[in-house]
């Protein structure tokens, strides 16, 4: 009796190219069979299937199955009479698939969790998925002609994991209410011009990844995600930090790193409303890396994170260090490598434990004096 089957082929020239030709494939390890041999397997609980290239799709597929993982899926559909009633976690990475239209199949889904369609190359499109009540993760990383996720995407009770990286042609997504999400993944949809708005409060996200997008500033409902812990920015358009980061009540860190900063001020009735809310602020980790970083908006935008304990500014091209920071009591980590264009400190936090200025090569002798002075605890 059958319970589990684990196939790993070996790694293809097909899996090392990222547009083979057919005659590469053919040329490949492939099974050849006649689509019927998960026929008598009737108590076969688990299948996970990798690297390996099928000659045509199955015939039947076994309804006990309570986890599937076949990469490149040999069909563009299930079996009609493919029915699991136990199916938790479904993975078809590399899949044939344009759309996962479950709407047959979905009435019979309801207790699947995992759903994932990684590096799909021919999905355009995330359906309607409200039918899969039970879902918790949905990935479609890598999709690269994705242009449309349903509604019912960012409206779903249950969903803690969305996973759109590397979507580099999505545009826009919808609305989220998502009560028990937990990590969003955006990073690299270059397209991705807007962040989409916060409807309701979603308080248990604790991690959200935008890096090389298109996004150039977070919308005044990005605080309903009030539970962010860590958020991740690097290389956007962005312009200057978005106000409301400063309004997160738990964001611990915050990478920024290889953005344009540059003379982008903040805006006086902007900067007025940030006044008043920086003391809670919970920021502890800013990294600002390789950022051309004017003057005046480090030293207008810094205060913001008053109980700053790390900040990494490598690369960036400022010039000066603000008097301000001298105001950071718990500030203990600084870095700021290979700032070519730094010239002076005005000032030194008070508790600085670990310092690198590492190829500062513009440090006027006052301030590599008054640095070389300082006492490290």
């Known amino acids: 009796m059958v319970e589990i089957i684990h196939l790993e082929f070996p790694l293809s020239k097909m899996d090392e190219s990222e547009d083979p030709s057919e005659e590469e494939k053919n040329r490949d390890m492939q099974v050849v069979w006649d689509g019927n041999g998960f026929k008598k397997m009737e108590?076969?609980?688990?299948?996970?299937?990798?690297?390996?290239?099928?000659?045509e799709g199955p015939k039947y597929l076994p309804n006990s199955l309570r986890m599937m993982e076949w990469c490149r899926y040999p069909s563009t559909c299930f079996p009609s009479d493919f029915h699991p009633k136990k199916l938790s976690i479904l993975k078809l990475p590399k899949s044939l698939f344009d759309s996962f239209r479950l709407d047959n199949l979905s009435k019979k889904l309801n207790v699947i969790k995992v759903l994932k369609f990684d590096d799909s190359k021919f999905l355009k499109?995330?359906?309607?998925?409200?039918?899969?009540?039970?879902?918790?993760?949905l990935s479609f990383r890598g999709c690269t002609n994705l242009t449309r996720i349903h509604s019912s995407v960012g409206n779903h009770g249950k969903l803690e994991i969305i996973n759109?990286?590397?979507?580099?042609?999505?545009r826009?997504?919808?609305?989220?209410?998502l009560p028990s999400l937990k990590i969003l993944l955006l990073s690299y949809c270059f397209r991705l011009e807007k962040f989409p708005e916060i409807v309701g409060k979603m308080e248990n996200v604790e991690m959200l990844c935008l890096k090389r997008t298109s996004i150039k500033d977070l919308p005044l409902s990005f605080q309903n995600l009030s539970g962010l812990l860590n958020l991740f920015l690097g290389?956007?358009?962005?312009?200057?930090?978005?106000?409301?980061?400063?309004?997160m009540p738990k964001l611990s860190r915050f990478d920024i790193?290889?953005?344009n900063c540059h003379d982008r001020l903040v805006p006086q009735e902007e900067k007025e409303g940030v006044e008043g809310m920086v003391s809670s602020s919970s920021v502890r980790f800013i990294s600002l890396t390789y950022t051309k970083l004017s003057d005046d908006l480090l030293?207008?935008?810094l205060p913001w994170f008053p109980n700053l304990k790390t900040l990494d500014l490598t690369g960036s091209d400022m010039t000066i260090i603000p008097e301000s920071i001298q105001e950071f009591q718990l500030l203990y980590w600084l870095k700021v490598d290979y700032c070519k264009h730094l010239r002076e400190f005005r000032g030194v936090p008070p508790n600085l434990q670990n310092f690198s200025a590492l190829e500062c090569n513009s440090l006027t002798p006052s301030s590599a004096s008054v640095l070389l002075c300082q006492e490290v605890q």
């Open 43 to 55: 108590n076969l609980k688990i299948l996970i299937i990798r690297n390996g290239y099928f000659s």
């Open 235 to 247: 290389s956007n358009k962005i312009e200057r930090i978005p106000s409301v980061i400063s309004m």
């Open 257 to 259: 790193d290889g953005i």
């Open 164 to 170: 759109a990286e590397n979507c580099v042609n999505l």
């Open 125 to 137: 499109e995330i359906p309607n998925v409200s039918n899969l009540v039970n879902l918790q993760e």
């Open 172 to 177: 826009t997504l919808p609305s989220m209410n």
């Open 299 to 301: 030293a207008q935008q």
